[in-house]
């Protein structure tokens, strides 16, 4: 097929990804790109300062969750834009929940990308990992902190990754877990019975914390996240128990987006790369091929170069550079590597649907 025979379509980098031919909304994230960029809170009423104070809050939660880290808010054109919320919002809506009146915020994707770049921040892709949170509690005896032991602390900590727009998979504390690890053994955090009770939840990061309540009624405790290879770790007194969670979501938030997020460029450079597919083998693939792609918002085009049997060869245009393209790609499991680019150039995948 041709080159000829492809249509294209491009975006300025700050726009959402877009690939040639009309695309459905594609569905290699892990997390949602509508949930990065909305946010929901729970407001006394639905007076006009009331709303206008939420807008504000709303906005830097999004800020936050696109960035991965919690001193973007402090950027002076961040600063300027929380005080003008509205420039940025699409609509919301209220809903009355169980007593509790919810307000649900959401923010236009482009313009909040537009303002990050503008301010020189990090994008950090929708495109997330899963996180599986260990935690153990030190009150009389040492529990896990299940749903049922610790419905507090179960809550904070789901709230608290909510918050940076990491997905949260807490474990099921069920007898199989009871078997694999001990709590003793998660107190010590002991990297072995970790990775073998984490091993039937799958492809998930590590992350394991412990924390202690205090006569004073603070908590003193510490978190340790898997990053690759090696651990990082952050050790703190809090006031509570939900600024000990947040210290958790923020340390896995800000190791991820120190690896995947990019900052952007308002024109295309030089970062454009090829990339090589193999296992394409029908329209359905390709389209799938495409839509995965399309997701990323590091992608800026796509321009299509060759099909010849299974293997599609295209041109991308990205906000990072092959390396850290790679980085991020590795998120969606149907692109495998290919050892060594056999033959067909450093970045090459085997697609598997």
């Not at 509205?86 to 915020?105: F, H, K, M, P």
């Not at 899963?130 to 049922?148: D, G, K, M, P, Y």
């Not at 978190?223 to 290879?229: G, N, V």
Request: glycine residues 6%; negative net charge; charged residues 25%.
């Amino acid at each position: 097929m041709q080159p000829s025979q492809w249509s294209r379509w491009k975006k300025p980098s700050l726009v959402l990804a877009c690939l040639f031919l009309l695309a459905d909304t594609a569905g290699a994230q892990v997390f949602s790109r509508s949930s990065v960029y909305s946010a929901q809170l729970e407001v006394e009423d639905r007076q006009s300062g009331t709303l206008a104070s939420a807008q504000r809050e709303g906005l830097a939660q999004v800020v936050i969750k696109a960035t991965g880290r919690d001193d973007t808010v402090a950027n002076e054109l961040v600063e300027a834009a929380l005080k003008r919320p509205s420039r940025n919002l699409l609509g919301y809506s209220y809903e009355a929940t169980g007593g509790a009146l919810q307000l649900r915020v959401d923010y236009d994707e482009r313009v909040v990308q537009e303002l990050l770049a503008e301010a020189g921040l990090p994008l950090w892709t929708s495109n997330r990992p899963t996180v599986l949170a260990w935690l153990v509690l030190n009150e009389e005896t040492r529990s896990f902190a299940s749903s049922e032991r610790a419905p507090e602390a179960v809550a904070q900590l789901s709230r608290s990754f909510e918050r940076r727009g990491v997905p949260l998979q807490q474990p099921l504390y069920d007898l199989e877990d009871a078997r694999a690890i001990s709590p003793g053994e998660a107190w010590r955090q002991d990297s072995s019975a970790l990775f073998a009770a984490s091993r039937r939840y799958g492809d998930v990061l590590l992350l394991a914390g412990r924390v202690a309540q205090l006569s004073n009624g603070t908590v003193s405790g510490d978190w340790r996240f898997l990053d690759q290879t090696h651990w990082r770790t952050v050790s703190l007194r809090a006031n509570s128990l939900a600024e000990f969670a947040d210290a958790g979501a923020a340390l896995v938030a800000g190791s991820l987006a120190d690896r995947y997020a990019v900052v952007q460029d308002s024109g295309y450079g030089d970062s454009g790369f090829e990339l090589s597919v193999r296992g394409v083998r029908s329209f359905q693939d390709f389209r799938a091929v495409r839509d995965a792609l399309s997701s990323m918002e590091a992608v800026s085009y796509v321009v299509p170069r060759n099909l010849q049997g299974d293997l599609l060869v295209l041109r991308l245009e990205a906000e990072a550079d092959a390396s850290r393209f790679e980085r991020i790609l590795e998120l969606d499991k149907r692109f495998v590597p290919i050892p060594n680019g056999d033959g067909l150039g450093a970045t090459a995948y085997e697609w598997i649907p």
